[in-house]
């Protein structure tokens, strides 16, 4: 039997929030009989949801923080949302993690607030994992902070790689850093500065990594600026949906290629399946006192549930105790 | 009759080189009969090949740049490499333009030092058109400038609308600026204030650009500083290549998937080519005083001959006078 987690879940966050969270919360209750939900959200969302599914229970809330808001603003102004009222769960130590498909700001901000920094950790920063080739690649901050200073770089990397050996059972990771070249000389002076400080400080530096081999190269933990990070990894998004949507297009584009399509239908779905987003369903925030993932806006069920079941197997990990044990706290004087 | 160009080509340049390159000029000069070729490499690879085609005359040096070397370096200690006679032989005037799929880094560094920049231009931008779903766009700077400040952005914005009106023939194009998330408030402190100067001063500019609509967008012209230009190529070719790998392992996986990929065939070359970098053969640098394009290392025949076409197309639309005549001056004081 695995360890008994209780996770706190936004229902009302996503494009298609409450349906497609509700079918992934259930998905989710059905796969994990050591998971508990508090459903957070409108009553009228979450009251019958709970009452229909055991392990589940209604946190009714009165605010929907919705996507298109400002996010330390919303976090301010609606005390009472499923975002805020979801992280304050997790500090008063009712659930030990939050998910969410709402507002990716916005969670940041009232995880970050509500649910607290680990201490000695800088700033949070949101991963990615990203299907690569050869492995899987946590890349980050994919935008949890758009300006950095180049210790929360170091941190970066020393939380990167207590996610991968804690949740992703990854022995000695290897860490990149994201660059225009491989050579130490390469790339902007704040670049060429991180590189000298993780190679001085970090013994699972490995080198730069270019963007092409965030995808098709051998690091474990690849890190950068928010800014950065969120270029590259929308870029990766929108490079596939282009090449899906043509592919799509050469299989329609005569009798002949129709029916090779047919014939190929399992195989690529295989393949579909192995780079879509959804296999963890969402960005997991380190360096925050408890477990936050945030899903994808345009999440379906099955991504709910995976976000969810990712949330449970960081819990059981304990990712926040092998974060607070690595996370170099000497420039900050408390240690 | 087209207007006559003449190009200086460097034979030595690239992995493949000078096999490739040869074999792409000698298409290049088949394909424009207004087209002169002074090839410069060392002698026992130009003379030869001049001698045995129309159109074609030698420029023999003595000297090569490796891939490897310190660009600037390189440039400095080698007078007689293939790279700095060839862009020597544009500012003399003997050539309009340059083309090498040698070192891009030593290609930057020999035309701005040794053809010049336009005068106004901060600093030459590296430019690449990308094969986007609904139109071309053109991702500047993606490499020359890895440190920028805010109005080099405004000129790279300036400069880009001046190629893609010139060169491309888009009337009032729409540009961009690469950004994570899409209101005026988004991105890092330096993308806040290139967001408001482009707005206040650029009448063509349309808003942020997120990565994901990069190729998905309806962006002519989308720019960033060469860091993060060249992380979202890179980030580009790279998840096209896993795509691709990922694709033929899923047509191989069995005996029906096989013959579904054999009817596919015709379609799929037809994307593959939609989508190839090789239809423009190399990135143009924009704010020299004259054509420079670099390709790629990999370059193919084919890539090498579009290169040089390509180059001539951007000499006989007058780029140059295109950028000279839009490139804003204010804040240098010579206006």
Redesign the interface.
Known sequence: MAEKVILAVDACGGDRAPDVVLEGVAQALAADPDLEVILCGLPSVVEGFAAGHERCHAQPTSQVIEMGE?PAEAVKEKADSSIVVGCKLVREGRAQGFFSAGSTGACLVSATLNIGRIKGVKRPALGIILP??QKETLLLDV?AN??VKLDYILQFAQMGCAYMTSVMGVENPKVGL?N?GEEE?????F?QDAFHLLRDRLPQFAGNC???????GDFDVVV?????G??????????????F???K???M??A??K??????K???M??KR??SPDTYGGSPLLGINGVCMVGHGSSNATAVRNGILSGCREVRAHVGDAIAAVVDRKRQGDA
């Open positions: 400002h690569g080739v935008g758009a300006d994201l225009i000389a390469k790339g902007s002076l670049a270019e963007g092409g081999d965030l995808l098709n950068t600026d928010g800014f950065t969120n270029v590259a990894l929308k870029t990766i998004e929108g490079t596939s949906k282009m090449l949507k043509l592919l297009g050469a299989f584009s005569s002949m290629s029916l090779g399509a047919v014939l190929l399992g195989s690529l295989e393949l192995k780079v």
